[in-house]
Structures are given as C-alpha cells and as structure tokens.
C-alpha cells in the first residue's frame, strides 16, 4: 500500500518561512533526502505539488496543497479516497501549543483549532490520518506569545534565525519518524517518539 505525505502550508514566496509553513518545509526536506522520480510537479487538478519516491522500499506520494491553508482537504481528497488510504496518510504541520523543538505524533484526535486540520477532516469525513505536529511556539513559553496576539499574524509570522536553527536540527527527526512510521507502525513510533 503506497503511503501518502502531506505537508501543510500557505502557497507563495510571502509564506515560506512563516510558523504556518512548517509542514511544507519539513515534508521538502525530506523529499529532498529521499529516493524521488523527479522534483515537485504541478497537479493543476488537484491545485497541488507532489513528488513520488520511496521510503524503506515502499512507495511514498508527497503533497503540499497549493490552495490556501484552510482549503488544504480539497487538495488531499483528488489523492486520497478510501478509508485505507486515510489510514496510510502522514499530515505534518505546525502547532502554536508545542515549543519550537518539540514534536508529538498524534491519531484520531480533534483539529486542534487549526484551519487546515480542520478542511482535511471535513473533506476526508475522518480524522483517522496520522499527524505529526511540529511546535512553533516560543520554547519558553508554548502557546503563550499566541495567545497575546492575533493567532493569524503569530502564525503568519516569520521564524527568528536561531528558531530556523532549531527547526533544520529538528528536520532530520521528523524524516525519521515518517521512516519509523512506514516500517513499525504508528503505534510503535508514538511509543518510541512521544516521550522525548
């Protein structure tokens, strides 16, 4: 069964290095580090960017939705179309409660309050995808400089350079736990992933 990876993001230069474009940034690293046919192609179809590869001998489809974040199911669903599918999808976005550095791999939980989350349950009608999601918040306090801000400009906010550092040391990680879900399970990966 081909698994699928998804990345979350907002389409355009403007949004590349904001808090919100995480999952873009973390799935094209590791489409950049895997075994891919050919770099990103244009779907107009499905208004995506995918790549196909392979992880651990098994076929993986990259995705980052080029509608804006609160669109991003109707991207996914022209991919993704049965239950099993959903089972074998991996979405990777950011999380304004986890500090940068941080990262939690979640299944079968509510959206969290985030709008593309939200567009993907809605679209798939399931919330049975894989999550892994990526802090983005102040290490010092999680959440909280969200929460005296509009949410929409903290997210849309760019990273400080020694945040981009601590996310490009964080990369590597996640590439791991995509492997480690592909091959062991998503249960065995939060074992092994969630505590630390």
């Known amino acids: 069964m081909q698994w699928t990876v998804v990345g979350l ?4 230069t403007a949004y590349t290095h904001t808090r919100h474009n995480v999952g873009f940034l973390a799935v094209d690293y590791i489409r950049e580090r895997t075994s891919c046919e050919a770099g990103w192609t244009k ?22 939705p080029q509608t804006f974040m609160n669109l991003s199911g109707q991207a996914v669903k022209k991919f993704v179309k049965s ?3 959903i089972a074998h999808t991996i979405v990777i976005h950011d999380d304004v409660h986890l500090p940068i550095g941080q990262m939690r791999i979640s299944l079968d939980r509510g959206d969290g309050g985030h709008n593309g ?23 010092q306090e999680a959440g909280a400089e969200a929460q005296r801000i509009k949410l929409d400009d903290f997210v849309l906010g760019k990273f400080k350079p020694e945040e981009r ?4 040391e964080l990369f590597p990680k996640i590439r791991n736990i995509v492997e480690h879900i592909i091959t062991k399970g998503v249960a065995d990966a939060m074992n092994n992933f969630n505590k630390k």
């Open 9 to 12: 993001g907002n389409p355009g």
């Open 165 to 168: 550092t601590i996310l490009e």
């Open 83 to 85: 239950p099993e599918a």
């Open 43 to 64: 779907r107009l179809f499905a208004k995506a960017l995918t790549a196909a590869g392979t992880i651990a001998d098994t076929k993986v489809l990259f995705i980052l």
């Open 117 to 139: 989350i939200t567009s993907l349950m809605d679209t798939l009608k399931s919330k049975a995808f894989i999550r892994i999601r990526v802090g983005v918040a102040p290490q």
